[in-house]
């Protein structure tokens, strides 16, 4: 292995740990601030007395769906994964392209979260 091909891989293996990383972090930070608000509304703030119960509708569906895209990215990171792997075995080279949907879900998951929590 000449030291191009070392670069790449450490590259490669350094993106891997951030994006696993990303979602980790992302799928706790979303999970957490979902019990904190249900746990805040239970013991702190009971449910009958709250005055903008829209607002924390909207929070807990935005940690949900910061969620849900979390795992739409997983799967399409897997299949994308997947798809590289069977070219690298058939040689075509020219068929490796990246995903153009990870980084906008991605994208929304930071917004999503980001809202959620400025909402709740």
């Known amino acids: 292995m000449n030291d191009k091909e070392k670069y790449l891989k450490d590259l490669f293996e350094d993106l891997n740990y951030s994006i696993s990383k990303f979602d980790s972090q992302t799928l706790a930070i979303s999970g957490g601030a979902l019990g904190f608000s249900l746990t805040f509304i239970k013991d702190i703030v009971p449910f009958s007395e709250a005055i903008h119960i829209s607002i924390l ?24 994964i ?4 069977e070219s690298v075995f058939e040689e075509k080279y020219d068929e490796l392209k990246p995903d153009k949907w990870i980084p ?13 929590i400025f909402l709740n």
């Open 104 to 116: 906008k879900i991605n994208a929304s998951m930071i917004i999503s979260i980001a809202i959620g």
């Open 82 to 85: 997947s798809n590289s792997i």
């Open 57 to 80: 509708y909207i929070s807990l569906a935005l940690f949900i769906l910061t969620i849900s895209f979390e795992l739409l990215g997983h799967h399409l990171s897997i299949r994308q």
